[in-house]
Nanobody, 126 residues
Framework: QVQLVESGGGLVQPGGSLRLSCAAS????????IGWFRQAPGKEREGISF????????YSAASVLGRFTISRNNAKNTVDLQMNSLKPEDTAVYYC???????????????????WGQGTQVTVSS
């Protein structure tokens, strides 16, 4: 029962913060590059951030630069996404996934990933 599980979502006001966590069970997450994606109803899945297996390189979408930070915690076998200055347009289900290739090429393309979590809901609203 290999699993990838997201947690930490919830309801926050605009300008607030959340920290999401991507936890692996049954395999070692540090061997994989990890991407964070989000999807709102009726819209395509959007790549928002990526981190290489060694944690040395990260990539982020322009829409979240300066607000979201991706990081690894190998001791906990997790990858986290710190989200600050949240906006209503950040509302979506957030997913983490393992990338087939451990590099930044096409990091925001969902088809490049082979294992996905079930998602955690983030709602930003007054």
């Amino acid at each position: 029962q290999v699993q990838l599980v997201e947690s930490g979502g919830g309801l926050v006001q605009p300008g607030g913060s959340l920290r999401l966590s991507c936890a692996a069970s049954g395999f070692t997450l540090r061997f994989y590059g990890i991407g964070w994606f989000r999807q709102a109803p009726g819209k395509e899945r959007e790549g928002i951030s990526f981190i290489t297996s060694d944690g040395y390189r990260t990539y982020s979408a322009a829409s979240v630069l300066g607000r979201f930070t991706i990081s690894r915690n190998n001791a906990k076998n997790t990858v986290d996404l710190q989200m600050n200055s949240l906006k209503p347009e950040d509302t979506a289900v957030y997913y983490c996934a393992t990338k087939r290739r451990d590099h930044g090429l096409e990091w925001a393309v969902a088809n490049e990933y082979d294992r996905w979590g079930q998602g955690t809901q983030v709602t930003v609203s007054s």
